[in-house]
């Protein structure tokens, strides 16, 4: 994790001052133990790597989204909530009431939402994740995965937020493989994912003082997080498993904020890493609870770690400008 942004934020969405400061403390040294080695008995290391002052997150009361708010809050980060309604009102999302002043409520319909309107939600902020998805009262995959995508992309760089962190999924770039194919038939949504993904690819082209994380995760499940010791990251988009929304949103928060060496302009896969399976086999095994075995097969790009500076180490950046599925963005 990272840590929080200045009082004087915190002062301004109204909690006592002497209440955010008690979060915020906790927070920073859950962060920086999180994050450097600590020689016992000495004091944890100043934060060189401060968090923004907010990260703002698209499609806050979906599954996924929602769970991105709760982890940043309670990590002591203002978050921004945005939704179609503009109020935050998830399921199964507990906060106590000083992390609950963490978070403000914004509309934010990546469909329908004007350029000026997303700019202006985005300004000031540190990062921005992109966690909205098609829905049968929020848009098709073509309005909501490529181009609410695209739109809030445009918007990150007219606001100069620092870093994009977009939620996609495996096995979108293969469309020959069983995971595509089925998920595809629900309205297009893979091609819509991938298209949304090598349009942000094509934006960021080049662009300094700014650049995108793309994270695609496995089959998403609603257990309980396992944390980051359980979590196996890939590039290639040739091997998935199973993830836990709440571990997804871990993952996006501590790319977002960027101070554990998520390298930026990169794209990678993620799932526990006892379900790994190559996609030819994981749409199955995810169905039958499956686990891996001698024998399954290995990439040679995984990553795995007890920290996330260990897990992100290593990770590479995509290739400039080269679209992903071989074809060009479609913007």
Request: aromatic share 6%; hydrophobic share 40%; glycine share 12%.
């Amino acid at each position: 994790m990272a840590t929080t942004a200045s009082l004087s934020f915190a002062a301004s969405l109204g909690a006592p001052a002497t209440s955010r400061r008690a979060v915020r403390s906790r927070a920073r040294s859950r962060v920086v133990r999180a994050s450097v080695e600590i020689e016992p008995g000495s004091d944890p290391a100043p934060d060189a790597s401060p968090a923004p002052a907010q990260i703002v997150v698209f499609g806050s009361n979906g599954k996924t989204g929602a769970r991105c708010v709760q982890y940043a809050a309670r990590a002591g980060i203002p978050v921004t909530a945005c939704t179609r309604s503009g109020s935050w009102s998830p399921q199964n999302i507990n906060l106590t009431s000083d992390e609950r002043s963490l978070v403000t409520a914004a509309a934010g319909d990546v469909a329908k939402a004007s350029a000026a309107e997303l700019t202006s939600t985005l300004q000031g902020a540190g990062a921005c994740i992109f966690a909205a998805s098609a829905s049968p009262s929020g848009g098709s995959p073509q309005d909501v995965d490529k181009a609410g995508l695209v739109a809030v992309a445009r918007a990150c760089i007219a606001a100069n937020v620092p870093r994009l962190v977009i939620v996609s999924s495996g096995s979108v770039s293969k469309p020959l493989s069983p995971v595509y194919v089925f998920l595809n038939l629900f309205g297009g949504i893979m091609r819509a994912k991938i298209e949304g993904e090598d349009a942000v690819r094509s934006l960021y082209f080049k662009r300094d003082g700014a650049d995108y994380v793309v994270v695609r995760p496995g089959g998403l499940t609603e257990d309980e997080p396992r944390g980051v010791g359980a979590i196996e990251l890939n590039q290639g988009d040739d091997k998935s498993g199973r993830i836990s929304r709440s571990d997804v949103a871990a993952i996006c928060v501590e790319a977002a904020v960027g101070a554990n060496g998520c390298v930026g302009n990169s794209t990678f896969e993620c799932y526990w890493a006892d379900s790994a399976k190559g996609l030819d086999a994981v749409g199955f095994s995810n169905m039958m609870g499956g686990t891996n075995t001698d024998g399954d097969y290995v990439s040679g790009m995984e990553r795995r770690g007890n920290t996330w500076n260990e897990i992100f180490a290593g990770l590479k950046a995509d290739a400039p400008g080269i679209a992903q599925q071989g074809v060009g963005p479609s913007l």
